[in-house]
């Protein structure tokens, strides 16, 4: 098994209305349920908006805390799924899912695999 | 040979997540007689190599690496790269299947038809690579032409039963049969009108079309089989004014419920124009938006020329009979160099 992180991208400012993010919201749980029922599921969840963010950056030897995101960009992650797959292709499958759910781009990437100290 | 020139080297080449496509070659070997096994190995490898997650550069580099006859540096030169820059893409790309564990699998049947495409696309990028490429006696660059007509071959024989698979080969043998007299020793394209059909391979065209018939009688149509169909009407043609055009015009039609491109779309209109004439067919490039791309201006031109001619039809008798003839050197020439563009052109869309 592969560990896989699939991000959701999801654009700035304004939030769709309320139906829209329910439906999708449904959509993305019998999507949950699927993957647990397959052994698949690991953690999934949405995150707070961008503004919610605080970074912690190293300087010198202590650290500068400042309110925000990393990046001001277009878009930002919205949430994201861990799975365990064999490959790929399964991979792909599961985030086809939540794209057509979301109507958003997802990232598929995999985890490197644990190195032994 | 080919053959087990691309088993050693995807033995050398495989990863550590790949031990069980390595274990299985090495029985594929201790199995030479059987075509079972290397056959599979050899799908699964085409359809590795050209797998979605990985770019178009990639997925033609690889191809060519595992499955053609090409070394690194030979792929460097074909697509005008350095070899250090071919030997870290095959690098990124071997490190993509291994690290985000591209399944070395023939994909299961419901997604065949969008993985073959791949594969296809990526074969006709080479063959349109080594076609636009400038012919001549210093062959720097190696054959691209020739590989992918090798590769095609294979994809036929290992995959007999399907027919976009044969329309491919059959697109790039009627395509290559014009290599003779598609180019002057000056490295000049001569458009199709031009040609002189004596110096086609007539057995490039016989293979071609009984290829295509054969595609025909399948009944199952796509677009590397009509863009084949095409070519094959042309090869039907002794000479250029021999061309069937109207049958040209229908098999665009059945290509643009495939492919709505504006460059096919384009290309029908040329035809429309010489079953029409120029009128309806510049009314068609009109409507297309194509912007500078030069083969649409090209044709465009050529097509307010002949109208300008026709228009010419209502002066008086002399000044029509001088008209007509400067009209007609100048339209020529300005044909040549406007088709000559459009090949150049054409021959390097993907």
């Known amino acids: 098994m592969t560990l896989y992180m699939l991000s959701i991208y999801q654009p700035d400012g304004g939030t ?94 995999p985890f490197q695999d644990v190195p032994e100290y | 040979m080919g053959r087990n020139r691309a088993i050693d080297r995807l033995r050398r080449e495989a990863s550590r997540a790949d031990r069980h496509a390595q274990a299985a070659l090495l029985h594929a070997r201790e199995e030479e007689a059987e075509e079972g096994p290397v056959r599979d190995e050899r799908l699964r490898l085409i359809f590795t190599c050209c797998h979605p997650a990985l770019g178009r550069a990639a997925q033609v580099a690889l191809t060519l690496r595992l499955l053609g006859g090409l070394t690194t540096a030979e792929i460097a030169r074909a697509f005008l790269v350095t070899e250090p820059t071919m030997a870290q893409r095959l690098v990124r790309a071997k490190g993509k299947i291994r690290d985000a564990k591209i399944p070395y699998r023939v994909p299961a049947a419901h997604h065949l038809p969008d993985r ?152 029908r209109a040329v035809a429309v124009a010489e079953v029409d004439g120029p009128g309806p067919a510049l009314a068609l490039v009109d409507a297309l938006d194509l912007g500078t791309d030069h083969i649409f201006l090209a044709v465009r031109a050529d097509l307010l020329r002949r109208l300008g001619r026709d228009v010419d039809r209502h002066r008086p008798t002399a000044r029509r009979k001088a008209a007509r003839r400067s009209g007609r050197r100048r339209r020529s020439d300005r044909r040549r160099q406007a088709s000559r563009r459009t090949r150049r052109r054409a021959a390097s869309r993907p």
Request: net charge negative; charged share 25%.
């Open chain 1, 16 to 109: 769709p209305p309320p139906e829209f993010l329910e439906s999708v919201g449904r959509e993305l749980h019998a999507m949950n349920q699927e993957l647990k029922s397959a052994g698949a599921w690991v953690f999934s969840r949405g995150l707070h908006d961008p503004s919610t963010a605080t970074v912690v950056r190293p300087r010198d030897r202590e650290v500068v805390i400042t309110d925000g995101p990393y990046v001001e960009g277009k878009e930002h992650v919205g949430g994201f799924w861990i799975i365990a797959v064999p490959d790929l292709d399964s991979a792909i499958a599961w985030a086809r899912r939540a794209a057509l759910a979301t109507t958003l781009p997802i990232e598929v990437r």
């Open chain 2, 116 to 267: 073959l495409q791949s594969v296809l696309a990526a074969v006709y990028l080479v063959f349109n690579e080594g076609y636009a490429a400038s012919s001549g006696a210093e062959l720097v660059r190696p054959d691209l032409c020739s590989e992918a007509i090798r590769l095609g071959r294979l994809l036929a024989e290992l995959m007999p039963d399907e027919p976009e698979v044969l329309g491919l080969l059959a697109l790039m043998l009627l395509a290559s049969s014009r290599r003779a007299a598609h180019m002057t020793a000056g490295g000049d394209l001569v458009p199709l009108a031009d040609q002189d059909r004596d110096r086609w391979d007539r057995d490039l065209v016989v293979e071609g079309q009984s290829i295509v018939r054969d595609c025909l009688r399948r009944s199952d149509p796509g677009p590397y089989q009509i863009q084949a169909a095409i070519q094959a009407v042309h090869a039907d043609a002794r000479s250029a004014e021999a061309t069937d055009w109207s049958q040209i015009v229908q098999l665009y039609d059945q290509l643009l419920a495939y492919d709505r491109s504006p460059v096919v779309a384009l290309n």
